[in-house]
């Protein structure tokens, strides 16, 4: 070998090790950084220990928060809500609190129970009948006050709803720490599937099985034959009505690519493990399910809950849209049932009020659907007809616009055009319902679908909701508001709007131009807005932002800095001149 391939050699050699040095201290400062989290929890976890007795008090709805747990009593007419997290824009808060929703008088009760368990988001919560009722939670993670570390818990926690007394289970065998996985309950066993584990140094995705007796109390990890889901985690995951098995849908997973790049996948697969055989000898098979019907677009942070009549069902999520470093999504509010029993999507639509119901029934053959069709014969005609995505703009409370994707079947689209001049019902039918969202909390109850909080965002800010809709899954009528919210209510203190009334001055005066011809012009009907430019009377969305979209981009790049890549700086940018238009008009 000659002098040049033996320097390349050493380099090459030399750059292992540093690697390998690198990757060392990285893992070290990974282990500490997670040990100072333990050390936070604990901290946290001697404030709790400090409850000596059960207190519960008449409150509010609780705070605004995602990922947290939602779940029907077995035997009162309540909801149990268990903890989460909201991010304000510069810190982030986990919580560990307890509330119970009563159906019947729409009453919030916050229940301090000692020795709860730490605080946490992302975990997974089961309900079981047993010994007068049972919420039984495992694993989840905390993260720092400024999100960048995690801890992800692998413990194991039961509340005792008929003594109002948390106990942590501690048996071996458990999973590793991981949030994002799913439990459910089949038969006598709370089975886990998936989820992630993250770090400073690295991350990983799972798709190994865990099953925990409730009757011998103990762990075991199962071995399933046969080809089963790739690593995901925030799945479907719905026990059979037989409770012989569960059924596995989509979910979320990220590699890294080129450059150290991570890139993330949306799985839109479905999977059925089923076991086989007496408790004794016990197998487990994975299969392949290619269902029939319409399925849902591919998205992440979907909700998820279980239905009567063996129907599964999946409410809103979001599709992000990744190029280089940036991400953007498309939020949804849309709702899906999958009947397990037929292996069926199907999207299920609205019946509105009863007058509507009658108006676009009248003259339609059994075959054909509109939105005033039952959820048996919306099923049908997805099937005939075949889905179309519709996408629409709605506006929120503040006056945010967000984009929605929707899918109806075909025919509606050219009776809406018809139907919407007929009345105002339809389009008041419309605004109730819940806005676009991800990472909601759902369950069902007396055949009633319950959607708590969740978020969604616009440009580079984050809404956290708190707001609760009810939608009978009999009626299929129409969603109830049973908590409000207003959007602009929330602290953001990361908001491009806190800091632009000092620079947007300076930045009109540089355009110069046609542009302050057209401000004298609205000078007089836009006192408020003035150093804005003005929407023109008629002027449509596209046009104004066509028009301003140098004035926006300066706005936000102003507000990002130099630092920030172009093409999320204009994306900031359009955002912003859509508040601003639909604040105008």
Not at 26 to 40: N, P, Q, W
Not at 63 to 71: V, W
Not at 299 to 320: I, K, M, Q, W
Request: hydrophobic residues 30%; proline residues 5%.
């Amino acid at each position: 070998m000659g002098k040049k391939g033996k320097k390349e050699q050493k380099k090459v050699k030399g750059a292992e090790k540093t690697a390998a040095k690198m990757d060392k201290k990285i893992s070290k400062r990974s282990k500490r950084e997670e040990e100072d989290l333990a050390a936070l929890i604990a901290e946290f976890q001697s404030l709790d220990a400090k409850k000596t007795t059960v207190v519960e008090t008449a409150c509010p709805p609780p705070s605004p928060r995602l990922n947290a747990s939602l779940s029907a009593h077995p035997d009162k007419d309540e909801l149990i809500l268990f903890g989460g997290e909201f991010f304000n824009g510069k810190k982030t808060y986990l919580y560990n609190d307890l509330f119970f929703y009563n159906l019947k008088k729409n009453t919030w009760v916050k229940s301090d129970i000692p020795n709860p368990p730490p605080r946490r988001c992302a975990h997974q919560a089961v309900v079981v009948p047993q010994a007068g009722g049972q919420l039984w939670l495992f694993g989840g993670e905390f993260a720092s006050p400024d999100g960048e570390q995690f801890y992800h818990y692998k413990d194991l926690w039961v509340l005792h709803l008929s003594t109002n007394t948390w106990e942590q289970i501690k048996v071996p065998g458990a999973p590793s720490g991981r949030s994002g996985h799913r439990m459910v309950l089949s038969k006598r066993q709370l089975l886990v599937f998936g989820g992630f584990h993250e770090s400073a140094r690295d991350f990983i995705y799972y798709n190994d099985v865990h099953a925990f007796s409730l009757d011998s109390f103990t762990w075991s990890r199962l071995s399933p034959s046969g080809t089963g889901p790739s690593p995901r985690s925030a799945c479907q995951m719905t026990s059979t009505p037989d409770g012989s098995g569960v059924i596995i849908y989509g979910g979320y997973s990220k590699v890294k690519a080129k450059k150290d790049v991570e890139k993330g996948t949306i799985h839109s697969d479905m999977f059925l493990l089923k076991r086989d055989g007496k408790e004794e000898q016990e197998k487990w098979l994975w299969s392949r399910v290619s269902p029939s019907g319409s399925k849902p677009p591919a998205r992440s942070g979907f909700s998820l809950a279980v239905g009567p009549t063996g129907r599964a069902l999946l409410f809103g999520g979001v599709c992000d849209e990744e190029e280089d470093e940036t991400l953007e999504g498309d939020f949804y509010n849309d709702l899906y049932l999958y009947d397990i029993n037929k292996h069926r999507w199907f999207p299920a639509q609205l019946k509105g009020c009863k007058s509507e119901k009658k108006k676009r029934r009248r003259g339609k053959k059994g075959g054909e659907t509109g939105e005033g069709s039952g959820e048996g014969q919306e099923e049908e005609g997805a099937a005939a007809q075949g889905p179309v995505e519709v996408i629409k703009e709605i506006v929120t409370e503040d006056g945010t616009v967000m984009t929605i994707k929707e899918i109806i079947p075909g025919t509606q689209v050219e009776e809406e055009s018809e139907e919407e001049e007929e009345g105002e019902e339809g389009a008041s039918a419309i605004l109730v319902e819940p806005c676009a969202r991800s990472s909601a909390m759902a369950t069902v109850k007396y055949g009633k679908l319950y959607l708590y909080g969740g978020m969604f965002e616009v440009g580079d800010r984050q809404f956290t909701l708190n707001d609760l809709y009810c939608l009978d899954l009999h009626k299929m009528d129409q969603w109830e508001v049973l908590v409000e919210m207003d959007p602009k209510t929330q602290e953001w203190l990361d908001d491009w709007s806190d800091s632009e009334d000092d620079e947007e001055g300076d930045e009109e005066e540089a355009k110069g131009g046609d542009d302050e011809e057209e401000e004298s012009e609205e000078e007089s009907d836009e006192q408020d807005e003035e150093d804005h430019p003005p929407v023109q009377p008629g002027e449509a969305l596209e046009d104004f932002q066509s028009r301003t979209e140098q004035y926006w981009v300066g706005q936000a790049r102003a507000n990002m800095g130099p630092e920030a890549k172009d093409t999320k700086v204009q994306k900031v940018g359009i955002a912003m001149a859509k508040v601003f238009y639909e604040d105008q008009q």
